[in-house]
């Protein structure tokens, strides 16, 4: 019952006060995905026809990692190494996993996954390992995204030899997962699938430790809370969850998000959910010119940001500041601080 009274309508949603807010226009079509580097100081977008711009937002920062990278086939994830700025992963929707040394300004290391699992559907780069982990899917034909998604498979690889260590286990003929995140200690993965699952693998055992029933619809984005006693999960549906650790499958805190990332939306792209460095304010990509920020903690109502003039495709927010990214489809990407 406390969970209803506080679902207000978004449309009560305030506009964000912000501080700055800076446009980049170097992109020629839809934006697929945009990452602050682990510093922040860098801004990594790709767009739906295969290009991949390093870029900075601050005039006080130096330009000098500034670079376009032509990947040839649809960018699907991006991925900054955790401990640096210099190593950036690009996936792509025919199998391909590029590692660009942003330092040196060039491709390091050209992978592919297996020709069964054409599709790169999320990368993740572990907290303080040097590995990371590809969700790769096979090709399906269908009306939705997730549609067109059919098995998974799930892989860690070596981040000095680019060579896969493991496939993490799955069980037989397993829906594509398309969202995946490690806790802080990378000790821990967490991954969505289709089917509405949340798998948790144990990293140095290689194995699944536990799994749970999430939604009703595909899992399309998946963050562990800032204390890592909870988790985030965004469905299909529209429906965001936070799910407690310590009391498997409770739900802690819930929005219906589905006025901003509707059904109709989801067909076109997988929408994302992004925390702030508090573990506070939840953004959302949207199906509408504007995006919905929850404020996870207490009862404040959300906010929305300033509009773009198309769908909402990708979001993030830096990793120490009140500063988040939006990608879009109207080929821009913007970077809002907020007050």
Known sequence: AENEQILVTEEDFPEVKVDFQETFLGHNSSISSCRFSASGSNIASSSTDGTVRIWTYDSSTPSSKNATIYCGAEVRALSWECRSDRLL???????????????????????????????????????????????????????????????????????????????????????????????????????????GMIHMFDMSAGLQITGWPAHDSPVSSVLFGPAETSIFSLGSDGKIFEWSLHNQGQIIWSRDCSRFCNPESFNKHMHEVALDSNGKRLLASSGLVRAPIYQVQGHERGLRTLPHTAPITSVDWHPTRPIYVTGSEDHSVRVTSIL
Do not use: Q, Y
């Open 89 to 195: 992963l690009i996936g792509t929707a025919n199998g391909g996993i590029k590692a660009w040394n942003a330092d040196a300004k060039r491709v390091v290391c050209d992978l592919s996954t297996s020709k069964d699992f054409p599709s790169v559907l999320d990368l993740k780069c572990s907290p303080v390992d040097p590995v990371f982990v590809s969700a790769a899917a096979s090709r399906w034909h269908g009306s939705t995204i997730f549609d067109r998604t059919g098995f998974a498979s799930l892989t860690v690889w070596h981040m000095k030899t680019w060579k896969p260590l493991t496939v993490l286990p799955l069980g037989e003929d397993p829906p594509a997962i398309t969202s995946l995140c490690f806790n802080h200690n990378g000790k821990i993965l967490a991954a969505s699938a289709t089917d």
